[in-house]
């Protein structure tokens, strides 16, 4: 790879994808990671012949330790510009009713695999002077809806874990940022079964592409942000519900999620 090189995680669809699209369009090699192989392989053909760039696929399990290695092991003394921790999956339901697999899964997808990542990638980065990171987090985690406590909490780890990580790197020229996207139009939903004529805006719900995730992101990270939370429909209603009493704020939510999300 003779280009600067940006490693996304989850790139096979949706956020990621985008984002791989985007580095490759500011000139990146991408080394991106999926799972679903023709999917991901098909992209990266596509993105290589469109940009003029070289692209890597890897296909890794970030749930398994033996395939986060892999991508670790790839990754190892390459001069990484970018990494996008952006794997993720959503899952539903009350969390004492949820499968114990499953919720380790997220963890490890959401917490363990970037942190391994960045752990790799940063001394490069401090030494060049240079570098980004960016985790896709969740609004979701500033919106307290019932069955939704384990994915927003391991996004809220995601938030949290970068802001610190910025201070850290203050006064280096690496920059950190979280990113909250809020409902994005991909293949996220409907993995969980959600019905595609129910992704559509409606009233308080906005849905948005995954290209606006990408460029109201990148804005933000210009502009120095730490946290970014794309769309004016989102920044609005976080900070609505941030000026919330507890009391109010939770009964909000609950019945609101009662009345739009239960099954
Ligand atoms: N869509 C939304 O409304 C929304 C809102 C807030 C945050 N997010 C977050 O945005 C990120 C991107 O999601 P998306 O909306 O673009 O959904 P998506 O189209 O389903 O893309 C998710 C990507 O993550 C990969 N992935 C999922 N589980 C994985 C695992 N266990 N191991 C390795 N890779 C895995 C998928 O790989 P394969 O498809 O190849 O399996 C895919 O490439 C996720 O972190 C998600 O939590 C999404």
């Keep these: 790879m003779e280009n600067k090189i940006a490693v996304i995680t989850g790139a096979t669809s949706g956020i990621g994808a985008a984002y791989a699209k985007e580095f490759a369009r500011r000139g990146y090699d991408l080394i991106l990671t999926g799972r679903r192989k023709e999917i991901l392989e098909r992209n990266g053909e596509q993105i290589q012949s469109t940009y003029g760039v070289q692209v890597h696929t890897l296909i890794a399990e970030l749930s398994k330790e033996e395939d986060v290695e892999k991508v670790l092991e790839f990754i190892k003394g390459k001069e990484v510009e970018v990494l996008i ?6 899952i539903v339901g009350r969390f004492y009713e949820t499968d114990i697999n499953s919720v380790c899964s997220l963890a490890d997808v959401n917490v363990l695999a970037p942190i391994k990542l960045i752990h790799q990638v940063l001394p490069g980065m401090i030494q060049r002077d240079k570098g980004i990171i960016i985790n896709i987090s969740s609004e979701g985690i500033y919106m307290a809806v019932p069955g939704n406590a384990a994915y927003s909490g391991v996004k809220a780890f995601l938030k949290s874990f970068s802001e610190g990580l910025a ?17 994005t139009n991909t293949d996220f939903h409907g993995k969980m079964g959600l019905d595609p004529a129910r992704q559509v805006s409606k009233g308080m719900i906005q849905w948005m592409s995954p290209e606006i995730v990408v460029k109201e992101s990148l804005k933000d990270l210009e502009k120095g942000r730490i946290v970014s939370i794309p769309g004016l429909h989102a920044k609005i209603l976080v900070s609505i519900f941030r000026l919330l009493p507890g009391k109010i704020y939770y009964k909000m939510l609950y019945q609101f999620s009662q009345k739009n999300f239960s099954k």
Aim: charged share 15%; net charge positive; hydrophobic share 45%.
């Design 85 to 90: 921790n952006n794997a993720g999956f959503g």
């Design 167 to 183: 201070m850290d790197l203050y006064k280096t020229g690496v920059k950190v940022m979280a990113v909250c996207p809020g409902l």
